[in-house]
């Protein structure tokens, strides 16, 4: 305001903020020793010998195939050179048992994977001596696979199927598609823990060019709604709100019809003893007006909503005109996804592999029940599985919230730049390059909150889940709300989240 009833004001030019300073360090070093600790539990898994056990595979007596193995105590077939057995043979592939999540299939190191049909014992002779491939158990000569009393144990399952060598992992996969997928749950199982992998796995199969094409689908519809949008925001708002209008108003209109329908049919069945029939009859009726009451006053809502914020919509009209025209002007910010999603695939794949190396960690141990070696790990390692677990959250979490900082600081720069001729060359890059520079330790922040909320809804979520069928009600409806109402505050707290980014990129920190 000016002095001594002065009519000049001073009002503050909105802009992006120049004079910047590192926000929240602390959190960024916390960050930073977190990631390298997930680099120290990546290396350990693979100094210890895990990844060449994951991608060479091993056989049941703890025998790494295509290296030379040392002696393991207690284990009479151990020790084995497998220099030429390179690829890992189930005997059952096709109906792996699985006891507590474990593969109690016997599995040999083999020097090729059998490529045709063996329907009886003498086959199996046959193409053992031909391609010197054992796929009998060590201990039993090749003379013998006909004849031993044990053929049914540490023999093949009859008949062996035709099967290949993985590209990368060399375990030998049966060629009938239908089994496949059996096999590919087992086989993850054998490193990790996923019950529904083998319905995941057998939907995409079935359906892969469905997934494909409707991807394409959408990429194609969204580029063009970018486009048109700055053009028919005003029909597209007034298009939305008449639609939701006029089906709650019909909706509302067809619960009432069928009450009265129902209604006047129940009156002329109405006797002297009421039926089963009548009564249920009854119910219907009474049902059907709770819910056109309910659609009534709901539509009733609506419709004042509406009146009282009309000039919202109109705002809401604007918002849109602005937002085409951003994507007008910076057309990379389409992009931004694509990368997000691209650093995601690979920290998710390099989170997967670490995750399968710490499956084949640890030292021998032989089954009791199966007499099967497993690497387990005992002691504090064991630990390393849950700290891995956070990573992958928190991690997550700080590549979206990149994304937000990223699409946030280009979209402020735009807005509040009132002369667009003085806009960076790629605004993109360089609130990429502001956010490395000054942000890194807020977003660490915000990414670790929403991973301290998200770790105990998935928690609850897995209990749920591993519960359901066993608890009673009231537990049942405790872990729902629970779970639900730790989703609300996910929700909330990466909205504000997003609105901190972006009043940080705009004006500094609070």
Same mark, same amino acid.
């Given at each position: ?11 503050? +030019? ?21 990631? =390298?600790?997930?680099?120290? #539990?990546?290396?350990?898994? #693979? ?16 025998? &790494? ?7 393991? +105590? ?37 020097? $090729? ?11 199996? *002779? ?13 201990? =039993? ?31 030998? &996969? ?42 394409? /689908? ?5 580029? =063009? ?37 129902? $209604? ?15 009564? @249920? ?29 009309? *000039?919202?919509?109109?705002?809401? #009209? ?80 700080? #590549? ?22 003085? @806009?960076?060359? &790629? ?17 660490? *922040? ?20 591993? @519960? *359901? ?23 909330? /707290? ?17």
């Amino acid at each position: 305001m000016g002095c001594c009833g002065s009519s000049e004001q001073k009002q503050r +030019e909105w802009k992006p903020l120049e004079d910047r300073s590192c926000t929240d360090i602390p959190w960024l070093i916390i960050f930073a020793l977190f990631c =390298i600790g997930m680099a120290c #539990i990546a290396g350990f898994s #693979i100094s210890t010998g895990a990844a060449s056990r994951l991608i060479s595979g091993y056989d049941s007596y703890g025998n &790494t195939c295509g290296q030379k193995n040392g002696k393991i +105590e207690g284990v009479e077939l151990s020790g084995r050179d497998q220099t030429d057995n390179k690829y890992v043979f189930f005997l059952d592939p096709c109906n792996i048992d699985i006891l507590n999540r474990k593969i109690k299939s016997m599995a040999l190191c083999v020097s $090729r994977c059998p490529d045709r049909e063996l329907k009886t014992y003498t086959d199996v *002779k046959k193409f053992a001596l031909q391609n010197g491939s054992e796929l009998c158990s060590y201990d =039993i000569p090749v003379f013998r696979y006909p004849s031993h009393g044990e053929r049914s144990k540490k023999c093949p399952k009859l008949p062996v199927p035709p099967s290949k060598s993985l590209p990368v992992f060399h375990r030998c &996969t049966p060629v009938d598609i239908s089994c496949y997928a059996q096999f590919a749950e087992a086989f993850v199982t054998f490193v990790s823990d996923n019950s529904m992998l083998h319905r995941v796995i057998a939907g995409v199969m079935a359906s892969k060019e469905i997934i494909m094409g409707l991807c394409v /689908l959408a990429l194609v519809l969204s580029i =063009i709604l970018m486009v048109v949008i700055r053009y028919i925001s005003v029909v597209l708002v007034w298009m939305l709100t008449a639609l939701v209008v006029l089906g709650s108003l019909g909706g509302t209109g067809v619960l009432w019809w069928l009450y009265v329908d129902h $209604r006047m049919n129940l009156t002329d069945q109405t006797g002297t003893t009421p039926t089963p029939q009548q009564q @249920l009859a009854t119910g219907n009726v009474q049902a059907l007006l709770v819910y056109a009451v309910i659609a009534t006053v709901f539509t009733v809502i609506l419709l004042l909503l509406l009146f009282f914020m009309r *000039k919202r919509v109109a705002l809401t #009209i604007t918002l849109f005109h602005v937002a085409g025209k951003v994507f007008t002007h910076l057309p990379l910010l389409a992009l931004q996804p694509f990368w997000t999603f691209l650093s995601l695939m690979l920290f998710w794949v390099s989170w997967l592999g670490v995750f399968l190396f710490l499956g084949t960690t640890g030292s021998p141990v032989q089954s009791e029940e199966t007499g099967l070696v497993e690497f387990r790990m005992s002691g504090p390692l064991q630990y390393m599985v849950w700290y891995h677990a956070v990573g992958l959250i928190w991690i997550s979490q700080f #590549i979206l919230a990149c994304q937000q900082m990223t699409v946030a600081g280009a979209v402020v720069t735009y807005y509040f730049t009132r002369n667009k001729s003085q @806009l960076p060359m &790629t605004p993109i890059v360089s609130s990429m390059l502001r956010l490395t520079r000054y942000h890194l330790g807020t977003v660490a *922040k915000g990414s670790f909150i929403i991973t301290l909320v998200e770790i105990p809804r998935l928690i609850l979520t897995y209990i749920h889940n591993q @519960l *359901k069928g066993k608890e009673n009600a009231c537990a049942r409806c405790m872990l729902k709300a629970c779970i639900c109402c730790l989703w609300c505050l996910k929700k909330c /707290l990466t909205y504000l989240n997003q609105v901190i980014v972006a009043w940080q990129d705009l004006v500094g920190p609070f």
